[in-house]
């Protein structure tokens, strides 16, 4: 029979180690982005394209992660958490080595499109399994645990990109990867619980088959719009005919008892206001990272370097944030925190429109330090909330309907960024983009990120204060 040292062991386990391995997906997917995200302008010089129709690099991996993971869930119920994250993380190092061997869009896109699917699988599984194995009580510090790490990521990034980018090749910024993955599966088969769902499920094929294909075309659509090489009409349609896809498939899925992407789920006050907030917030924040080092670059005429060792401090400010999450949370309450910092938030969002051309770096440092506690505050808070009403044996599939809704907001901010630049840039007397295009993306999504707020106030005044409970003091 176990004793006390071995309960106390096992809660260990399952409240710190088990979260720093899961977090080296986040970690790996982060630190992918960031890099990326840096090296855009560089990339479009060497294919010869405009650096804002790089939004398909970027568009692409999100396409394909809305794409597969919905299946995400049943696949880890059925094959197991461990096994499913090391053969993910392993399909992600295959598409990150054909990034780096590309020597085009064409070719670019279609292994962001591979890194996608194995991403896919790796980030919600990663989160599955630290939600369930932690208590609930216990929840707020080991998803932050989970997220320390992977915060780690968008320090490093862009200053490692920037600096591949501007004095080697940017390829290694792909090839890095490599052996992080490498790393993160053999942890993973040493230290990773192999966590079932003790109930055989059925697996929604023709929902799936609805709703990739429907997510897949809304963001291709939306992404199209604005490049010269497609008609904007033929964009609309591929976006209108993804919409009504969803439309089908909402009412299918109100039709059968265990729907890939469970719409049910929205029944719960505190999961229906965390997704229709955390929606509105991702999508302006979302479109910051591409945003701001192509403002820096080509707006300021930085290098990719210079860029990267500003945009760092983003990254550095949601690291610190991590560290007082919980307390903030179980002093103010959820919905207080969402609420008030939504408005700080989005309006840190906005605040690189009121750059300009010589500002001093120490400024500049300051706002996207702050501008990256508060976002990563919103981000943890609406994060954690949405599972405070949520069953046990419900995790798997609100893990992946909110896995689903990150990429897909993610995307569309993307994609509604560029395609303000794009307008902005033709109604310009040169046609080119400087700071006053740029600043009107920037208080665009800055104002989309600051109206979750609005959202966010309907969330019940109680929502989510089991999670931040104080501890009791050890028997």
């Not at 990267?308 to 401090?313: D, E, N, Q, S």
């Given at each position: 029979?176990?004793?006390?040292?071995?309960?106390?062991?096992?809660?260990?386990?399952?409240?710190?180690?088990?979260?720093?391995?899961?977090?080296?997906?986040?970690?790996?997917?982060?630190?992918?982005?960031?890099?990326?995200?840096?090296?855009?302008?560089?990339?479009?010089?060497?294919?010869?394209?405009?650096?804002?129709?790089?939004?398909?690099?970027?568009?692409?991996?999100?396409?394909?992660?809305?794409?597969?993971?919905?299946?995400?869930?049943?696949?880890?119920?059925?094959?197991?958490?461990?096994?499913?994250?090391?053969?993910?993380?392993?399909?992600?190092?295959?598409?990150?080595?054909?990034?780096?061997?590309?020597?085009?869009?064409?070719?670019?896109?279609?292994?962001?499109?591979?890194?996608?699917?194995?991403?896919?699988?790796?980030?919600?599984?990663?989160?599955?399994?630290?939600?369930?194995?932690?208590?609930?009580?216990?929840?707020?510090?080991?998803?932050?645990?989970?997220?320390?790490?992977?915060?780690?990521?968008?320090?490093?990034?862009?200053?490692?990109?920037?600096?591949?980018?501007?004095?080697?090749?940017w390829h290694w910024?792909?090839?890095?990867?490599?052996?992080?993955?490498?790393?993160?599966?053999?942890?993973?088969?040493?230290?990773?619980?192999?966590?079932?769902?003790?109930?055989?499920?059925v697996f929604d094929?023709?929902?799936?088959?609805?709703?990739g294909p429907a997510?897949?075309?809304?963001?291709?659509?939306?992404?199209?719009?604005?490049?010269?090489?497609?008609?904007?009409?033929?964009?609309?349609?591929?976006?209108?005919?993804?919409?009504?896809?969803?439309?089908?498939?909402?009412?299918?899925?109100?039709?059968?008892?265990?729907?890939?992407?469970?719409?049910?789920?929205?029944?719960?006050?505190?999961?229906?206001?965390?997704?229709?907030?955390?929606?509105?917030?991702?999508?302006?924040?979302?479109?910051?990272?591409?945003?701001?080092?192509?403002?820096?670059?080509?707006?300021?005429?930085?290098?990719?370097?210079?860029?990267?060792?500003?945009?760092?401090?983003?990254?550095?400010?949601?690291?610190?944030?991590?560290?007082?999450?919980?307390?903030?949370?179980?002093?103010?309450?959820?919905?207080?925190?969402?609420?008030?910092?939504?408005?700080?938030?989005?309006?840190?969002?906005?605040?690189?429109?009121?750059?300009?051309?010589?500002?001093?770096?120490?400024?500049?440092?300051?706002?996207?330090?702050?501008?990256?506690?508060?976002?990563?505050?919103?981000?943890?808070?609406?994060?954690?909330?949405?599972?405070?009403?949520?069953?046990?044996?419900?995790?798997?599939?609100?893990?992946?309907?909110?896995?689903?809704?990150?990429?897909?907001?993610?995307?569309?901010?993307?994609?509604?960024?560029?395609?303000?630049?794009?307008?902005?840039?033709?109604?310009?007397?040169?046609?080119?983009?400087?700071?006053?295009?740029?600043?009107?993306?920037?208080?665009?999504?800055?104002?989309?990120?600051?109206?979750?707020?609005?959202?966010?106030?309907?969330?019940?005044?109680?929502?989510?204060?089991?999670?931040?409970?104080?501890?009791?003091?050890?028997?």
């Amino acid at each position: 029979m176990p004793d006390a040292d071995d309960d106390g062991r096992a809660l260990r386990r399952a409240t710190r180690i088990v979260p720093l391995i899961a977090a080296t997906a986040l970690f790996i997917e982060n630190l992918n982005s960031t890099v990326l995200a840096t090296a855009l302008v560089t990339v479009a010089g060497d294919f010869g394209v405009d650096p804002v129709v790089l939004k398909l690099a970027l568009t692409s991996y999100l396409v394909s992660l809305a794409v597969f993971v919905p299946a995400s869930g049943w696949i880890a119920d059925r094959f197991g958490t461990r096994t499913v994250f090391c053969w993910a993380m392993a399909v992600f190092a295959l598409g990150s080595a054909g990034c780096a061997l590309s020597s085009g869009l064409g070719t670019l896109v279609a292994a962001r499109v591979v890194q996608g699917a194995g991403g896919a699988m790796m980030i919600p599984v990663a989160r599955l399994v630290v939600l369930r194995s932690v208590p609930k009580a216990e929840l707020v510090g080991a998803l932050a645990i989970l997220s320390m790490p992977s915060l780690v990521g968008p320090i490093i990034g862009p200053p490692v990109g920037g600096f591949f980018a501007t004095y080697f090749t940017w390829h290694w910024i792909f090839w890095i990867n490599l052996p992080l993955a490498a790393a993160g599966i053999l942890l993973a088969r040493r230290l990773l619980p192999q966590i079932r769902q003790e109930t055989e499920s059925v697996f929604d094929l023709r929902g799936f088959l609805m709703i990739g294909p429907a997510l897949a075309m809304t963001i291709t659509g939306a992404t199209l719009l604005g490049l010269d090489r497609i008609p904007a009409g033929t964009a609309l349609a591929v976006c209108a005919a993804g919409l009504v896809l969803v439309a089908v498939y909402c009412r299918h899925a109100l039709s059968i008892q265990a729907p890939v992407i469970d719409l049910r789920l929205l029944r719960a006050t505190t999961f229906r206001v965390g997704v229709i907030g955390g929606f509105l917030f991702r999508v302006g924040a979302g479109a910051t990272p591409f945003l701001l080092p192509l403002l820096l670059q080509v707006a300021f005429g930085m290098s990719a370097f210079a860029s990267g060792t500003l945009t760092f401090a983003t990254g550095v400010g949601a690291f610190s944030m991590k560290l007082v999450a919980p307390y903030i949370l179980r002093v103010a309450g959820f919905r207080n925190v969402l609420v008030f910092n939504g408005v700080v938030a989005g309006a840190f969002v906005a605040a690189p429109a009121l750059f300009w051309m010589g500002m001093p770096t120490a400024a500049i440092l300051g706002v996207l330090l702050a501008g990256g506690f508060s976002r990563s505050l919103q981000f943890t808070s609406s994060n954690v909330v949405l599972y405070a009403d949520i069953a046990p044996q419900d995790m798997g599939r609100a893990t992946t309907f909110m896995a689903v809704l990150q990429e897909l907001s993610g995307s569309i901010g993307i994609a509604f960024a560029a395609l303000v630049l794009d307008w902005a840039a033709a109604l310009s007397p040169d046609g080119r983009l400087g700071t006053a295009e740029f600043g009107y993306a920037f208080w665009l999504v800055g104002l989309i990120a600051g109206l979750s707020s609005l959202a966010f106030a309907a969330m019940p005044k109680e929502a989510g204060a089991a999670l931040v409970q104080a501890r009791k003091p050890a028997e």
